[in-house]
Nanobody, 115 residues
Framework: QVRLVESGGGLVQAGGSLRLSCAAS????????MGWYRQAPGKQRELVAA???????NYADSVKGRFTISRDNAKNTVYLQMNSLKPEDTAVYFC?????????WGQGTQVTVSS
């Protein structure tokens, strides 16, 4: 059984920064890709950023240059540093990890950016 615990969401003004964390625990042998998704009200869940075990990253065009994803393999933790936040970044952010052939999701953390 795998458990993901997210933290770091909150309310911030436009132009501000937040850092999200997601720690995985449980029956973990090796985590492959780790990533962050978000879902705004009335919209589909979308990929924000992902990182492979070796550190290769991928970003949505809308966050390139503003968000940075990183991971600590020793701690089974993935981070998302979000800078220059915009109101359109408001959403519930979900952590996702791939372990062997299975995907696991966090419970989600709310990020609200006020204008």
């Amino acid at each position: 059984q795998v458990r993901l615990v997210e933290s770091g969401g909150g309310l911030v003004q436009a132009g501000g920064s937040l850092r999200l964390s997601c720690a995985a625990s449980g029956s973990i042998f090796s985590i492959n890709a780790m990533g962050w998704y978000r879902q705004a009200p009335g919209k589909q869940r979308e990929l924000v950023a992902a990182i492979t075990r070796r550190g290769t990253t991928n970003y949505a065009d809308s966050v390139k240059g503003r968000f940075t994803i990183s991971r600590d393999n020793a701690k089974n933790t993935v981070y998302l540093q979000m800078n220059s936040l915009k109101p359109e970044d408001t959403a519930v952010y979900f952590c996702n990890v791939e372990i062997t052939t299975s995907n696991y999701w966090g419970q989600g953390t709310q990020v609200t950016v006020s204008s």
